[in-house]
């Protein structure tokens, strides 16, 4: 169905001296599913559903209903469906600011998701995130964060406490490729290979930090190499196609089952700039062109045309139907009220904090005491 640019590696042995060449891992892991016809159908249905929902969040940015800074998944779509496919329920989720695809994928009602975009208080974070803060422990997705890097130390951390706890559950933590490159990355791979911790680091490689490319950023671009560091398994796979994304992310987890950590690299594209406002003026035409051929929609659905799996007519009736629960996610978001101003520091500590202080800017800390009454003497 898909042409697959796969690359898989294990770390060198313990043993090994240092700088032995990474073995390959040919194998599928035990138990672990391949897809079919129907599930293959779904993906594609996931996908067309991301993309029209994050085009109706971009229109309703301009219409300054959205406020902050808000980044889509367009072109990411594949990438996020073959991941979150191989999560189970009980798995836990961190992910960046980019994060509405995995929000829809994880399973969040999207009338939630999109009120939670336009800032109302029936949003997944009652309206206090926006766009980049989605949280919903239910669905185990622990939050979009909107510093670089920011959920690594925090998914390492969940992986310590599983593994305390003993149970048979993993955490995924995805970022962008510029994040490789701070402290935290580091510190978090290094942690978690030397405690053996139940982990999935995924980079999601679009190939721009923001309007820097990776071969500038970064001294060694093939992102999934800095495993070997830590001496632990890595991949990097095809991110334009969701089949490859699930076989390559459910044997990550198949290994961070087994408890050891994993990081997996998806080369994937971004379709627009790194936010709504960024016009992407720092790319040719002639890239503009390529990256537009390959968007993993027009690709996939024709692999799936080809494989007699859809026709044109119900790629017709699946694109309508996702257009259709976009714009009533955006009404359902429009007609929601705002959060109350009271509830501003609701949520800012897990538990009660003595002397938590509840002021809104300007307001004094305490009631200033009343001068004391003088005889105005001459």
């Known amino acids: 169905m898909s042409t697959r640019q796969r690359t898989t590696v294990a770390p060198p042995n313990s043993g090994a001296h240092q700088g032995t060449t990474p073995t390959a891992v040919a194998e599928q892991p035990a138990g672990t599913d391949t897809v079919a016809g129907e599930r293959a159908v779904d993906f594609y249905r996931q996908m067309v559903f991301i993309r029209r929902f994050e085009e109706r969040a971009a ?10 800074y808000c980044h889509l998944n367009l072109g990411e779509e594949a990438a996020v469906v073959g991941l979150m496919a191989a999560l189970r329920p009980t798995d836990y989720l961190f992910t960046n600011y980019r994060e509405h695809g995995y929000a829809l994928t994880r399973g969040i009602d999207p009338n939630r998701v999109m009120a939670e975009l336009f800032g109302r208080s029936d949003g997944v974070s009652k309206g206090w995130g926006g766009s980049m803060h989605m949280f919903d422990l239910e669905k185990r997705m622990l939050g979009g964060y909107g510093i670089v890097g920011g959920q690594i130390p925090l ?3 969940a992986a310590l406490a599983i593994d305390y706890r003993g149970v048979d559950e993993i955490v995924m933590c995805t970022m962008g490729d510029g994040t490789t490159n701070i402290g935290a990355f580091h510190e978090s ?17 679009n190939r721009l930090g923001m309007a820097t490319t990776v071969d500038k950023s970064s001294a060694e671009p093939e992102l999934y190499k800095r495993a070997f560091s830590y001496r632990m398994a890595a991949e990097r796979v095809d991110g334009l196609d969701p ?8 044997r990550a987890v198949a290994v961070a089952r087994g408890g050891k950590p994993f990081l997996l690299e998806v080369l994937t594209e971004r379709l627009r700039g790194h936010s709504v ?14 990256t537009k051929e390959r968007d993993p929609l027009v690709t996939f659905a024709a692999h799936l045309v080809d494989d ?22 955006a009404a359902f978001a429009e007609a929601s009220p705002f959060p109350d101003v009271s509830t501003l520091f609701d949520y800012t500590y897990a538990t ?11 307001q004094c800390l ?13």
């Open 189 to 205: 791979l290094n942690i978690a290979a030397l405690w053996n911790l139940p982990i999935v680091y995924v980079v999601i490689n």
């Open 366 to 378: 305490f009631e200033p005491a009343p001068f004391p009454e003088q005889e105005i003497t001459r």
């Open 243 to 250: 089949v490859a994304v699930f076989e390559a992310a459910q």
């Open 155 to 157: 998914a390492t951390g």
């Open 277 to 290: 406002v960024d016009p992407g003026k720092y790319r040719g035409a002639e890239e503009i062109a390529l």
């Open 352 to 362: 009660p904090v003595a002397n938590d202080s509840h002021r809104l800017p300007g």
């Open 59 to 68: 229109r309703a940015y301009t219409q300054a209903l959205i406020g902050g």
């Open 308 to 329: 007699g799996l859809l026709t044109e007519t119900e790629i017709t009736v699946i694109n309508d139907d996702a257009i259709e629960r976009a714009i009533a996610a």
